[in-house]
């Protein structure tokens, strides 16, 4: 039989060891974010029944998980609050002593500058109609009205202590507007994480019972991205650093993997990437029927969302998923 030189790739794979000096893909506890959801007026911890192992959290439980995920060396946290009451503006929004205003002061106490404290701010879980702004007499999210809700949200979410704010609205021109309402209230120094790209998904379901927020007519079409577009991502990402974004975000993850490959190319900003409710949700039921190794799909989503190019990523698993990189290395 002739001899060849033959091409190998198997040299490379033959050992766990040997696979570990050549993985280019690492994740590190530090690149996750933890989402939490804090709920204004409850004694216990309330359960998400679309997301097994979530929780609405009071104020004293957030303290305690915002503990145990900076002892993981999780890098941060950002805070949904739903509160007790909702009117047509969103006032619980930027009410000094609002739910999310509190646990963001509480955060701060309980941790300091050890994690990334970020706020959420967007209207949809502070309004009685579960939309993002203010709404006009057809129902239609008015935009500029609304980034003044979104400018004095921001001062709030500042003075309670927030290291970032993270619009997730997609109204056009929040990210300026937030920038100089920051620095015109004394704030030049609070970070802005722009959930730059946001496409109007299905995988927000499970999320929505968690905040509270679901829209109670329409839905999000008229401003959040449409899936079907690929170039427009690219245009709200550039659009938000211009702005001032000092971070973009991908929303949501695992059917937009191409969308964080391209926005990672184009800007020179960290790119996030949320990992959403309905993502988390879709593996932990598939896992609960025996269909799914849980913590084998967990690490691999992971690992592709950082193989796209997101360098953080907002991640309901985001302690759990600290603690397992922690044991194997
Ligand atoms: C609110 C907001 C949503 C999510 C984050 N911020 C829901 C929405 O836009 O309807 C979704 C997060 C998730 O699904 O985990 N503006």
């Not at 935009?143 to 970032?164: F, V």
């Not at 329409?218 to 709200?236: M, V």
């Amino acid at each position: 039989m002739t001899q060849f030189p033959q091409v190998r790739l198997r040299r490379l794979r033959r050992t766990p060891a040997i696979r570990r000096l050549v993985a280019e893909t690492t994740l590190h506890p530090a690149d996750f974010v933890l989402p939490v959801f804090v709920k204004e007026g409850i004694a216990e911890p309330q359960p998400i029944s679309s997301m097994p192992g979530v929780v609405q959290h009071t104020r004293d439980s957030l303290r305690k998980a915002a503990a145990e995920a900076a002892a993981a060396g999780v890098g941060g946290l950002i805070v949904f609050g739903v509160p007790a009451g909702k009117d047509g503006r969103g006032s619980q929004a930027d009410d000094p002593d609002g739910i999310s205003q509190q646990a963001i002061a509480d955060l701060r106490a309980e941790t300091g500058d050890d994690l990334v404290v970020m706020a959420d701010l967007c209207l949809c879980e502070y309004t009685d109609h579960g939309h993002c702004g203010v709404l006009d007499e057809e129902g239609y999210v008015v935009n500029d009205q609304t980034l003044e809700r979104y400018a004095s949200t921001a001062i709030a979410q500042a003075r309670a202590g927030a290291h970032m704010v993270a619009p997730s609205g997609m109204m056009d021109g929040q990210v300026g507007a937030l920038r100089i309402a920051l620095d015109s209230a004394g704030y030049a120094d609070v970070a802005i994480c722009a959930y730059a790209v946001k496409y109007a998904s299905a995988f927000y379901g499970p999320f929505r019972e968690a905040a509270e927020g679901a829209p109670k007519f329409g839905d999000r079409g008229s401003h959040q991205q449409d899936p079907r577009n690929a170039a427009e991502s690219l245009r709200e990402a550039v659009l938000d650093v211009g702005e001032g974004a000092d971070m973009v975000m991908v929303k949501p993850a695992l059917a937009y993997l191409d969308i964080i490959r391209r926005v990672a190319d184009t800007v020179s900003v960290p790119v996030a990437a949320y990992q959403v409710s309905g993502e988390f949700a879709m593996a932990e039921a598939a896992a609960a029927n025996g269909w799914l190794d849980r913590e084998r799909v967990i690490m691999e989503t992971l690992t592709g969302i950082r193989r796209a190019g997101a360098g953080i990523i907002l991640t309901y698993w985001a302690t759990e998923a600290a603690r397992m990189i922690s044991a194997t290395t």
